[in-house]
């Protein structure tokens, strides 16, 4: 590594052999009177479940009552234990000290525009939470329209969503408190600065779709229970909110039987001529129905136009009464069609860009022109079509990465895409429609220098004989001596793929000597439908083979050992990380599974969101289901007397999307199971929830914890940097 390129960098000594070991500081400091830890004491309760014939003990049940005195008590008393434990660790100022460095970069959001006002998102590297700014002028930055550091909420709101009104004078957004997935929303006025009076509750996932008119906009929300409070266990329904007017007077538009398997969400085409109503479930899309506007008011009935199915669509826009969806109906990597909303029968439908040899990741409709972000080998590859599919060549990117959205609309000349791999931070970009051009617009410079890093992509050979790939990043002079400190991550679920992305974390990693790998395991989206399937339900056991796989490549190619090599990931990729470790525990010397799906048996109680994810998982009441499921289920598969990993379970006590209980009953199994004197810890934060509510102090204290605990389980080496 050229040391000399980085001035502003200063590392202390990171670990040695010789130095002293965060146990012996824990005792010396007096967190915990001897180099053993003292765990907190959980109780143990007879709980048994039958499934199918099979008892299945569940001795933390009790955990699951998040409100409970003796459940906050417990979490109160883990959190101190760990607090400590991460206090001693010698790595951990330095990795807080490289991370904060990051506080120096200024990022930007993609502008929105309406009627030649563009709003985006901008943090300076020194907010905890990024702010909304307004132009006229692209060429200016123009003005700060909503900071959420200086609501009276102390800086504990985050945003959500937001979306600008058609002629561009009012600002719908959405609002976090703490970190929940429960979202309040509010209206501001773009000239003024100033806040509608009113406020609308019960919403988490939903975005506002305005009406052509801009005087009203429509949202999803969850309805009312007997106690009047907004109950999420059931769907949500399409409501119209007109504007300065109280939300217990929103119209009603659209609404689900209790018995569907799906939650609808509207939007509002270009034109201003439909509403689309899109069927979800999960993180995806599988059906349709409209229904037309005129004068901005509702016209007639709902009509039914994509069936509900196992195919995922995304409605990209129209064209008039064409609709464009980006579709893996009869085609597993993804095509563009054409519905006519006049002749909406199935036999009536028009494929405009047909499936390829690469899977589509995301497509966009702007300018007249159908923008298409195809995965090459997990890399982002953008081409453009006209709207009956003529090819008119590729967008030119500045590298092998990911780029995202592409926003505009059907009549724009101009568009917005970001651009980042994992030397890269995201770059906003500005994307002429009629000529091709690209130009930066805003972005973000990372105080590292690209050209000290190698990032490789290679392949390996998963159990079943399946080809899969890995990214693996390391400085440019380490030498592969089989014992490098190596962290390998990834997901393997709901077709998400994991491409090249920019990860303070990971260039920290880099930064000290370490390895990063990142493998693209079934499951996720990276080759097309057939890829996420082959990694569901009762093929789940795939992902956990090609995670398995990809470790032992990176031990039979020198870059590690059994020693050196640490797990970790977050959601479904806690699921991934809590799996292998179950079923390999010998494979990892460090494990940190960060809010993750950990009893898989009852995942579905926890709420109507969790439930929709049975697409995936499938269900303990399906037998079959059932077995599969309790095969992996990581709380379940824990066995006393075992060796595990170091663990630095990860959890936050306001995410209500994977509920914490996951990570407690997990992480109070793991400290009774665990069979030799390797930690078994929990961090669980009081103001966050799923991936939401983050402030930039937080990420950085996150980020430096996990590493520095994977440093000392990995008995990283001295590394100093001038």
């Given amino acids: 590594m050229n040391c000399h390129k980085r001035p502003t960098r200063m590392w202390k000594l990171l670990l040695s052999s010789t130095a002293v070991s965060a146990t012996v500081i824990f005792a010396v400091i007096g967190c915990g009177g001897n180099p053993r830890i003292d765990y907190p004491a959980a109780r143990v309760v007879n709980q048994t479940d039958t499934y199918h014939g099979v008892d299945v003990r569940d001795p933390y049940r009790w955990l699951e009552d998040l409100e409970a ?13 760990t607090d400590c434990y991460l206090q001693a660790l010698p790595a951990r100022a330095s990795f807080e000290e490289i991370l904060g460095a990051t506080r120096d970069d200024e990022t930007f959001g993609w502008p929105q525009q309406a009627s030649g006002t563009y709003v985006y998102t901008h943090n300076s590297g020194r907010q905890e939470r990024d702010s909304i700014w307004v132009t006229t002028d692209l060429a200016e930055r123009g003005r700060v329209l909503l900071d959420p550091n200086r609501m009276q909420s102390g800086g504990a709101a985050s945003l959500w969503f937001f979306s600008l009104s058609p002629d561009g004078k009012k600002l719908a957004y959405g609002l976090s408190e703490g970190g929940s997935d429960w979202k309040t929303w509010q209206i501001r006025d773009v000239e003024t600065g100033q806040d509608l009076p009113e406020v609308l509750a019960g919403t988490k996932f939903t975005v506002a779709a305005w009406s052509p008119d801009s005087e009203s906009f429509y949202y999803s929300r969850y309805p009312r229970d007997e106690n009047d409070d907004f109950d999420g266990q059931k769907h949500v329904a399409v409501y119209r909110h007109k504007l300065e007017t109280e939300q217990s007077v929103d119209r009603l538009v659209y609404s689900v039987s209790d018995d569907a398997p799906y939650d609808p969400y509207a939007s509002v085409t270009d034109d201003g001529r439909y509403l689309i109503l899109g069927l979800w479930r999960g993180p995806r899309t599988y059906g349709y129905d409209f229904l037309p506007l005129r004068n901005a008011e509702l016209q007639g009935h709902v009509t039914h136009l994509i069936p509900a199915g196992k195919e995922f669509f995304g409605f990209l826009g129209n064209d008039g009464p064409l609709f464009f969806f980006w579709t893996t109906w009869n085609a597993p990597l993804g095509q563009i069609i054409a519905v006519d909303v006049t002749e909406p029968a199935r036999s009536r439908w028009r494929t405009i860009v047909e499936d390829t040899d690469a899977a589509i990741e995301s497509a966009s409709l702007v300018g007249r022109r159908l923008i298409v972000n195809y995965l090459a080998d997990a890399t982002s590859k953008v081409k453009v079509f006209d709207l009956a599919g003529v090819s008119l060549g590729e967008v030119a990117l500045p590298g092998r990465g990911t780029t995202m959205w592409f ?7 101009e568009c917005f895409f970001s651009y980042e791999d994992f030397t890269t931070p995201p770059t ?14 805003f972005g973000s410079e990372a105080d590292s220098d690209p050209s000290d890093y190698v990032t490789d992509q290679v392949f390996f050979t998963s159990a079943d004989g399946t080809r899969v ?32 992305r920019y990860d303070p974390a990971a260039t920290a990693w880099v930064e000290a000597g370490g390895v990063w790998a990142v493998a693209n395991i079934r499951g996720g989206g990276e080759y097309g439908e057939a890829w996420h399937q082959a990694g569901t339900k009762l093929q789940k056991q795939n992902i956990f083979d090609d995670f398995i796989g990809a470790a032992e490549w990176l031990i039979d190619n020198h870059y590690t050992n059994p020693q050196h090599l640490a797990v970790r990931g977050g959601s479904n990729g806690g699921l991934l990380v809590g799996a292998v470790v179950g079923q390999r525990p010998d494979l990892f010397a460090a494990s940190n599974p960060m809010g993750g799906i950990l009893d898989m048996l009852r995942y579905q109680v926890a709420s109507a969101n969790a439930l929709s994810w049975s ?14 499921l309790y095969a992996y289920s990581p709380y379940h598969n824990l066995k006393e007397g075992v060796c595990y990993p170091a663990t630095l379970v990860m959890a936050d006590e306001n995410d209500n999307r994977v509920v914490p209980w996951h990570s407690y009953k997990y992480a109070a199994r793991l400290q009774n199971a665990q069979g030799c004197d390797r930690p078994v810890l929990i961090r669980i934060e009081t103001a966050t929830g799923h991936d939401v509510g983050t402030t930039t102090s937080q990420s950085i ?7 520095a605990f994977a440093a000392e389980a990995l008995e990283m080496k001295p590394v100093v940097l001038h």
């Fill in 615 to 628: 697409d995936e998982y499938g269900l303990s009441d399906n037998e079959p289901e059932f077995h599969a």
């Fill in 69 to 81: 005195e003796e459940t906050r008590q417990w979490v109160e008393a883990q959190n101190a234990v």
């Fill in 469 to 500: 790939p890995i990214f693996v990043v390391h400085g440019d002079t380490v030498e592969l001596d089989g014992s490098l400190p190596t962290i390998l991550t990834g997901y393997g679920g709901f077709g998400i793929s994991l491409t090249p």
């Fill in 428 to 441: 906003i970009f500005k994307y002429d429609v009629g000529s091709g051009e690209v130009t930066s617009f």
């Fill in 701 to 707: 204290k996150r980020n430096a914890e996990s590493l």
């Fill in 407 to 413: 926003l505009g609309a059907i009549d724009d000349s």
